[in-house]
């Protein structure tokens, strides 16, 4: 089975902290994808990365960034934490190639309270 | 630009059959995708057709594909209180060198005893 996980299921944080939020997957997938996910606007994607060291803005990337040191391992990096942040964070992978290249695996997501 | 439309909420008595509509514009999309989030909880994926089928079955579940008005369902038969949940309807498209996913808001399910 497919293995997303996060690394935290809730952060409470104040304004103009650094958060970092880890996603870890265990398929050897090359994709992998940040979204938040708010009430009435569904889920909107940040970045996403294709390759280790690779990255490529989303819909909405404005206020994060992100990195990819390893395969496995996708960091989602608010770099002064401001309260239009606080969401739902879901963390997805999925493979490159292949006749299922688009299907997404979700993490079970970080709910994030930016105070 | 491409978009996937769906209904935002639907309530139906268990044991009754749900059908959750879903639009969609890009008809170079390969794969159609429901998946189901379950409250606090990560999108799980339900199931997907392929752009050249009409319809697909899976125990309680039926997919089917009108390519041609670009409308696809998710019947659920005998729907249970446990199938409440958000079902997001997804499209493939092309990105670059990559194909990605667009989303609909979610369909917001509640069954009633």
């Known amino acids: 089975d497919v293995k997303v996980t996060q690394s935290s299921r809730y952060l409470v944080k104040r304004t103009g902290e650094k958060v970092f939020l880890e996603c870890v997957q265990d398929m050897d997938h090359e994709n992998m994808f940040w979204y938040r996910q708010d009430p009435g606007l569904g889920l909107r994607l940040i970045y996403f990365s294709y390759d280790v060291k690779m990255k490529e803005k989303g819909d909405i990337p404005e206020g994060y960034s992100v990195s990819r040191e390893k395969k496995e391992r996708f960091s989602l990096i608010l770099e002064s934490a401001s309260t239009n942040q606080t969401s739902m964070y879901l963390c997805?992978?999925?493979?490159?190639?292949?006749?299922?290249?688009?299907?997404?695996?979700f993490g079970p997501g970080t709910r994030l309270l930016v105070l | 630009g491409e978009d996937v439309e769906q209904s935002l909420f639907l309530s139906v008595r268990e044991g009754d059959s749900s059908v959750i509509n879903c639009t969609y514009t890009d008809s170079s999309s390969t794969y159609l995708y429901w998946y189901k989030q379950e409250p606090g909880a990560g999108l799980q994926l339900l199931t997907y057709i392929f752009s050249n089928m009409d319809m697909k079955q899976d125990q309680r579940l039926t997919v089917l594909l009108n390519k041609k008005d670009k409308h696809l369902s998710l019947r659920i038969a005998d729907t249970q209180t446990g199938d409440s949940a958000i079902y997001f309807c997804?499209?493939?498209?092309?990105?670059?060198?990559?194909?990605?996913?667009?989303w609909g808001l979610g369909t917001s399910l509640a069954v009633n005893p």
């Open positions: 997804a499209e493939s498209y092309n990105a670059g060198n990559n194909r990605k996913l667009i």
């Open positions: 997805a992978s999925s493979y490159l190639w292949g006749p299922n290249q688009e299907t997404q695996y």
